[in-house]
């Protein structure tokens, strides 16, 4: 069994930054793929950003060039750097992490982040 433990979320004034960590633990082979999701109350989770395990990137277009999504292999570990935020980015934001544990597929979800951006 996968687990992820998210850090980081919090509140921040308009303009500000926040850096989000989501640490994976298990008996993990391999990841192939870590996202950040973000979901706000009435609305479907939408995917924020993502990263590849060749290093290739994926953002949503309201996020680009604010955002910077990275993978510390190492520590199984996924950041997400917000910068210039905007009242908009609030939501509860999950991260995803797909791979292979005990030689399964597996596809596991964190607990969840609330980040609020309000003045």
């Known amino acids: 069994q996968v687990q992820l433990v998210e850090s980081g979320g919090g509140l921040v004034q308009p303009g500000g930054s926040l850096r989000l960590s989501c640490a994976a633990s298990g008996s993990i082979f391999s990841i192939n793929v870590m996202g950040w999701y973000r979901q706000t109350p009435g609305k479907e989770r939408e995917l924020v950003a993502r990263?590849?395990?060749?290093?290739?990137?994926n953002y949503a277009d309201s996020v680009k060039g604010r955002f910077t999504i990275s993978r510390d292999n190492a520590k199984n570990t996924v950041y997400l750097q917000m910068n210039s935020l905007k009242p908009e980015d609030t939501a509860v934001y999950y991260c995803?992490?797909?791979?292979?544990?005990?030689?399964?597929?597996?596809?596991?979800w964190g607990q969840g982040t609330q980040v609020t951006v309000s003045s």
């Open positions: 995803n992490f797909q791979g292979v544990a005990r030689w399964t597929p597996f596809d596991s």
């Open positions: 990263i590849i395990s060749g290093g290739n990137t």
